[in-house]
């Protein structure tokens, strides 16, 4: 399922956090409210699979050691919609839980955006945490706060700058800047969100560190070659076809004349397949190099720094095709190349 809104579900104070998203409120919310406003206050359970066979004597029914996340029919969705399927030790945790514990910090830092993506598999909260200056710059500071119930991901507490003059939401690199919690879906999952959710004041350390890291980007110059490493490592090259890969190493004299021309007809094929992959990587890479001399023309003094390719990428990943009612620039495919592009742009200063 591709990281876009549920239905209508996104809301955002005022104006949305990225780039116009969503319902739009003005008085402030606590998170309990906002999340009956957003209509993301829908409930998932955990329940058995079984393996359903059909035998002489009739269906017969398999216990399973898995179990399927299941989100309730909503207005919009009157249906049962399997969202993951996951483990015994997977244990959920309701939206509504989650904006209680929330809702005391919400006085110091209000709620700005709240939405659910795809069917209910993901939900999202972001709070306002201010505002300040990087690399010269405005930002607005946010908290953002996801769920995921796909079974792969985690419940995480991330800080999130958004870069006032573009409206460029900034990922780095989360493990190296110390602002980012990730707690899995254990039994535990309700009692170790209210206590990290109880320390969230302590984060605000984290985040200073975090725009410390984030201000060294513009202290150094690059040179071209330094800049296309950062794109790369933001947009490596495409990954082989499978087939392609499996097949790469057969000759005539390993399979009879028959196959081996069936093999050169579909090995053609996955070549074209290929290339056509890795002619989309180059495209966004030839993209953001095209953002990164507009950025130096437009911003001298940032000009040919790590800051300057960094904000590149991430205005490459916020406005190319296909974003349009999508979460993947803030979490998902689009902030992945933005951390790699981070981490990579760091250890330019860091050596």
Same mark, same amino acid.
């Given at each position: 399922?591709?990281?876009?809104?549920?239905?209508?579900?996104?809301?955002?104070?005022?104006?949305?956090?990225?780039?116009?998203?969503?319902?739009?409120?003005?008085?402030?919310?606590?998170?309990?409210?906002?999340?009956?406003?957003?209509?993301?206050?829908?409930?998932?359970?955990?329940?058995?699979?079984?393996?359903?066979?059909?035998?002489?004597?009739?269906? #017969?029914? =398999?216990?399973?050691?898995?179990? %399927?996340?299941?989100? *309730?029919?909503?207005?919009? /969705?009157? $249906?049962?919609?399997? !969202?993951?399927?996951?483990?015994?030790?997977?244990?959920?945790?309701?939206?509504?839980?989650?904006?209680?514990?929330?809702?005391?910090?919400?006085?110091?830092?209000?709620?700005?955006?709240?939405?659910?993506?795809?069917?209910? #598999?993901? =939900?999202?909260?972001?709070?306002? %945490?201010?505002?300040? *200056?990087?690399?010269?710059? /405005?930002? $607005?500071?946010?908290? !953002?706060?996801?769920?995921?119930?796909?079974?792969?991901?985690?419940?995480?507490?991330?800080?999130?700058?958004?870069?006032?003059?573009?409206?460029?939401?900034?990922?780095?690199?989360?493990?190296?800047?110390?602002?980012?919690?990730?707690?899995?879906?254990?039994?535990?999952?309700?009692?170790?969100? *209210?206590?990290?959710?109880?320390?969230?004041?302590?984060?605000? !350390?984290?985040?200073?560190?975090?725009?410390?890291?984030?201000?060294?980007?513009?202290?150094?110059?690059?040179?071209?070659?330094?800049?296309?490493?950062?794109?790369?490592?933001?947009?490596?090259?495409?990954?082989?076809?499978?087939?392609?890969?499996?097949?790469?190493?057969?000759?005539?004299?390993?399979?009879?004349?028959?196959?081996?021309?069936?093999?050169?007809?579909?090995?053609?094929?996955?070549?074209?397949?290929?290339?056509?992959?890795?002619?989309?990587?180059?495209?966004?890479?030839?993209?953001?190099?095209?953002?990164?001399?507009?950025?130096?023309?437009?911003?001298?003094?940032?000009?040919?720094?790590?800051?300057?390719?960094?904000?590149?990428?991430?205005?490459?990943?916020?406005?190319?095709?296909?974003?349009?009612?999508?979460?993947?620039?803030?979490?998902?495919?689009?902030?992945?190349?933005?951390?790699?592009?981070?981490?990579?742009?760091?250890?330019?200063?860091?050596?």
């Amino acid at each position: 399922m591709p990281a876009v809104i549920f239905g209508d579900r996104f809301l955002g104070r005022r104006e949305p956090a990225w780039h116009g998203l969503g319902k739009t409120f003005d008085e402030p919310l606590t998170m309990t409210e906002a999340v009956v406003k957003a209509n993301i206050d829908f409930r998932i359970a955990k329940h058995p699979v079984v393996a359903s066979i059909d035998t002489p004597e009739g269906t #017969e029914l =398999i216990p399973t050691n898995d179990f %399927a996340v299941v989100r *309730e029919p909503v207005d919009d /969705d009157d $249906q049962y919609r399997v !969202l993951s399927i996951v483990g015994k030790q997977w244990t959920p945790i309701q939206a509504s839980t989650l904006a209680t514990m929330l809702d005391p910090i919400t006085e110091q830092y209000p709620v700005e955006t709240i939405g659910a993506l795809g069917y209910g #598999e993901k =939900i999202f909260m972001t709070l306002n %945490a201010g505002d300040a *200056e990087i690399c010269g710059e /405005d930002h $607005q500071l946010y908290y !953002l706060v996801t769920d995921h119930r796909d079974g792969g991901g985690a419940l995480s507490i991330a800080f999130t700058p958004v870069r006032v003059v573009c409206q460029n939401t900034l990922t780095a690199g989360l493990s190296q800047s110390k602002v980012n919690v990730r707690l899995r879906h254990t039994r535990t999952i309700e009692a170790d969100a *209210e206590w990290y959710v109880g320390i969230f004041n302590q984060l605000a !350390l984290a985040k200073d560190k975090a725009i410390q890291e984030m201000d060294t980007l513009s202290t150094v110059r690059i040179k071209d070659y330094e800049m296309e490493k950062v794109i790369v490592s933001a947009y490596p090259d495409a990954s082989k076809p499978q087939r392609l890969t499996l097949s790469k190493d057969l000759t005539p004299d390993n399979v009879p004349a028959s196959i081996w021309s069936t093999l050169l007809k579909d090995k053609q094929k996955q070549v074209e397949e290929f290339e056509k992959r890795q002619a989309r990587v180059d495209r966004i890479r030839d993209g953001a190099k095209e953002r990164y001399a507009v950025f130096n023309d437009e911003f001298p003094n940032l000009a040919e720094t790590p800051w300057a390719i960094w904000q590149a990428i991430c205005e490459t990943e916020d406005y190319r095709r296909g974003h349009k009612d999508s979460g993947t620039a803030v979490f998902g495919t689009r902030a992945d190349a933005k951390a790699r592009a981070f981490t990579s742009a760091r250890k330019l200063v860091t050596g």
